[in-house]
């Protein structure tokens, strides 16, 4: 058969048109390569791909995959903005989480902190009006209202002396429930009965401190007391204590033992802070036993001494203290005072409140989410001489070695190697690292690694405080740092701090990759992204930051602190010191919501 001749456009139609779209298409990928690679197009693609992919951290894997682009610094933009109701947001004080948990004992307003993979990766924003706090010691007197516009306690405490709106600031006379005339004429008071001069007390604890006039009066007798009170219906307590450039805590007495070690405070404060301390077996005030130093100042002001229709709480209160041999030195008004016994409880094998003391197995410095014990913790349990009066006065308690040091191994040799470190290093980041400590611009400073407290002692002369955090997964050398007079938490850094955001105006850490680390691992618990961005929520608006570790540990963090919008610069170590390590110093930019952000 002879073939058919047909014209060319007639020819395999088919084969022609599947040509024509491969072809098509390589020419397309060509030419949006030259677009991504040499023009605005690619750049635009890139971050709006960087956007979707920040603000949809909610899904864990993107999340994780966002953690490994920021530590790597495969990006070119900050990381988002959190959105403006989160101003003051707490991530283990969550009203809106927490409510939904058990009232008893008060569970529900302890922590809970959310799982990593729950919290958007975000920075908190200051609040809209924002500005750079009032100095210390002004601020002591005065903060900016537009810092933390909550009007509750004004309106509600202005008439006792708490707190009062006064143009652009709130004032703060100097007043409280059980003294509206003032903390100064108060302390006074007790000063007839306990020794509040002279260096004898250093550390207290006001339990529910309200806006912490105590502990802000009680700084010019040398006594340093950490305020601490729950998030609550007063909104913001803790938040304007620390605004105030006063040490404190959020912190609530409910069913765990407070995160600090036994026998820690030289007095512990109670002003009207309604803790039951009878209830539950007397479990509060054993808790109380626990953290009081032997020869220690218990002071109970408001109910229920003497108050009406509390008799019987009254009489509780002061058998429970009987029980453990208490002395009451005064009751003066509404206000008693205890001191408590040098040595071993006398408690009684027979009690009303059914107390024992504690075996050998308890560790009474274990005190990271431990539940409370209601058996009372025996002096002899601890070794060491940490009674007062067996330990110097301030201000040699600061220098000289606690025996309680001795725990470790060449304790005492480890302690004052420690001191003469810090102290150079202070000295290298105040002269040639021109960190501003010393100066106004620098009250509330941190340690995110405490140790013993060398870097807090080495600041003795600057007129700051620190909070010394001892990790809970280190050596727990929380009770030399309470011996030296110095004052501090347990925490671990896998988990956001028990403070408000914008708290804090340096913040210290040396060897920052060990607080994520598994304890003789080099495996990870957490990520360095989530505790940078958790640093980033506890500083103030250009606030400092000081991180030293490894080179390699340095460069990592520098890439993290361009995405947390932080300003940052690397330096070499001192001469002096040995070992391979970087300092970073840092400083976090004054940024605010744009319109269109909120």
């Given at each position: 058969?002879?073939?058919?001749?047909?014209?060319?456009?007639?020819?395999?139609?088919?084969?022609?048109?599947?040509?024509?779209?491969?072809?098509?298409?390589?020419?397309?990928?060509?030419?949006?390569?030259?677009?991504?690679?040499?023009?605005?197009?690619?750049?635009?693609?890139?971050?709006?791909?960087?956007?979707?992919?920040?603000?949809?951290?909610?899904?864990?894997?993107?999340?994780?995959?966002?953690?490994?682009?920021?530590?790597?610094?495969?990006?070119?933009?900050?990381?988002?903005?959190?959105?403006?109701?989160?101003?003051?947001?707490?991530?283990?004080?969550?009203?809106?989480?927490?409510?939904?948990?058990?009232?008893?004992?008060?569970?529900?307003?302890?922590?809970?902190?959310?799982?990593?993979?729950?919290?958007?990766?975000?920075?908190?924003?200051?609040?809209?009006?924002?500005?750079?706090?009032?100095?210390?010691?002004?601020?002591?007197?005065?903060?900016?209202?537009?810092?933390?516009?909550?009007?509750?306690?004004?309106?509600?405490?202005?008439?006792?002396?708490?707190?009062?709106?006064?143009?652009?600031?709130?004032?703060?006379?100097?007043?409280?429930?059980?003294?509206?005339?003032?903390?100064?004429?108060?302390?006074?008071?007790?000063?007839?009965?306990?020794?509040?001069?002279?260096?004898?007390?250093?550390?207290?604890?006001?339990?529910?401190?309200?806006?912490?006039?105590?502990?802000?009066?009680?700084?010019?007798?040398?006594?340093?007391?950490?305020?601490?009170?729950?998030?609550?219906?007063?909104?913001?307590?803790?938040?304007?204590?620390?605004?105030?450039?006063?040490?404190?805590?959020?912190?609530?007495?409910?069913?765990?033992?407070?995160?600090?070690?036994?026998?820690?405070?030289?007095?512990?404060?109670?002003?009207?802070?309604?803790?039951?301390?009878?209830?539950?077996?007397?479990?509060?005030?054993?808790?109380?036993?626990?953290?009081?130093?032997?020869?220690?100042?218990?002071?109970?002001?408001?109910?229920?001494?003497?108050?009406?229709?509390?008799?019987?709480?009254?009489?509780?209160?002061?058998?429970?203290?009987?029980?453990?041999?208490y002395e009451l030195i005064a009751v003066d008004g509404n206000t008693a005072i205890w001191k408590k016994p040098d040595g071993d409880s006398c408690l009684p094998n027979q009690n009303e409140f059914g107390l024992e003391l504690c075996d050998g197995s308890n560790d009474p410095s274990n005190a990271w989410y431990f539940k409370l014990k209601k058996c009372v913790t025996k002096t002899s349990s601890v070794n060491g001489e940490y009674a007062i009066g067996t330990i110097p006065k301030w201000p040699d308690r600061l220098t000289t070695a606690p025996s309680r040091a001795l725990v470790m191994k060449n304790g005492i040799?480890?302690?004052?190697?420690?001191?003469?470190?810090?102290?150079?290093?202070?000295?290298?980041?105040?002269?040639?690292?021109?960190?501003?400590?010393?100066?106004?611009?620098?009250?509330?400073?941190?340690?995110?690694?405490?140790?013993?407290?060398?870097?807090?002692?080495?600041?003795?002369?600057?007129?700051?405080?620190?909070?010394?955090?001892?990790?809970?997964?280190?050596?727990?050398?929380?009770?030399?740092?309470?011996?030296?007079?110095?004052?501090?938490?347990?925490?671990?850094?896998?988990?956001?701090?028990?403070?408000?955001?914008?708290?804090?105006?340096?913040?210290?850490?040396?060897?920052?990759?060990?607080?994520?680390?598994?304890?003789?691992?080099?495996?990870?618990?957490?990520?360095?992204?989530?505790?940078?961005?958790?640093?980033?929520?506890?500083?103030?608006?250009?606030?400092?930051?000081?991180?030293?570790?490894?080179?390699?540990?340095?460069?990592?963090?520098?890439?993290?602190?361009?995405?947390?919008?932080?300003?940052?610069?690397?330096?070499?170590?001192?001469?002096?010191?040995?070992?391979?390590?970087?300092?970073?110093?840092?400083?976090?930019?004054?940024?605010?919501?744009?319109?269109?952000?909120?």
């Open positions: 058969m002879g073939h058919l001749n047909l014209p060319p456009s007639k020819r395999n139609p088919r084969q022609w048109k599947l040509l024509d779209i491969v072809s098509a298409f390589f020419f397309a990928l060509v030419l949006l390569f030259f677009l991504l690679v040499f023009t605005p197009l690619g750049d635009s693609l890139a971050a709006s791909g960087r956007q979707a992919l920040l603000l949809s951290t909610s899904d864990p894997k993107q999340r994780h995959r966002l953690v490994e682009l920021l530590e790597l610094g495969h990006h070119h933009q900050p990381i988002e903005a959190c959105p403006a109701d989160s101003v003051d947001h707490m991530p283990c004080e969550d009203p809106r989480r927490n409510s939904q948990l058990s009232r008893e004992m008060n569970f529900y307003r302890e922590r809970h902190c959310p799982l990593p993979d729950e919290t958007p990766l975000c920075l908190i924003p200051p609040p809209l009006g924002y500005k750079i706090p009032v100095q210390w010691p002004e601020s002591l007197h005065k903060i900016w209202h537009s810092n933390m516009p909550h009007n509750k306690i004004a309106d509600r405490k202005g008439h006792q002396g708490w707190m009062k709106e006064e143009g652009p600031y709130f004032i703060f006379p100097g007043g409280g429930t059980m003294f509206p005339d003032g903390a100064a004429s108060y302390i006074e008071k007790l000063g007839q009965y306990i020794p509040i001069t002279g260096g004898t007390l250093r550390t207290a604890l006001d339990m529910g401190c309200g806006v912490a006039s105590f502990g802000g009066s009680m700084l010019k007798e040398g006594i340093l007391t950490l305020s601490f009170a729950p998030r609550d219906s007063h909104k913001a307590q803790i938040q304007f204590v620390l605004e105030r450039g006063i040490p404190a805590f959020v912190l609530m007495l409910g069913t765990r033992r407070l995160p600090f070690p036994a026998f820690a405070f030289d007095l512990i404060h109670c002003s009207r802070c309604l803790i039951p301390f009878t209830a539950y077996n007397a479990t509060y005030f054993v808790e109380v036993d626990r953290l009081l130093r032997p020869d220690g100042y218990l002071v109970i002001s408001g109910p229920p001494v003497q108050w009406p229709k509390q008799d019987k709480e009254w009489t509780d209160l002061q058998a429970v203290a009987r029980a453990l041999c040799d480890l302690f004052e190697a420690d001191t003469r470190r810090w102290a150079r290093r202070v000295a290298y980041y105040k002269n040639t690292l021109n960190v501003k400590l010393g100066t106004p611009a620098i009250r509330n400073v941190m340690d995110m690694n405490a140790f013993f407290g060398g870097f807090a002692a080495a600041l003795k002369s600057d007129p700051v405080w620190v909070m010394n955090v001892v990790p809970a997964r280190k050596p727990l050398t929380l009770d030399v740092i309470y011996d030296r007079g110095l004052i501090g938490v347990y925490h671990d850094w896998c988990e956001p701090f028990s403070t408000y955001p914008r708290t804090y105006d340096l913040i210290h850490v040396a060897g920052i990759e060990s607080l994520i680390k598994l304890p003789g691992s080099s495996k990870s618990r957490c990520n360095l992204v989530d505790l940078m961005v958790e640093i980033d929520r506890m500083l103030r608006p250009e606030g400092t930051v000081v991180i030293r570790d490894s080179p390699e540990v340095i460069d990592k963090v520098a890439r993290i602190a361009h995405a947390v919008r932080w300003s940052a610069t690397i330096n070499d170590k001192e001469p002096e010191s040995h070992g391979r390590e970087n300092i970073l110093v840092a400083t976090k930019t004054f940024w605010q919501l744009t319109s269109s952000s909120s």
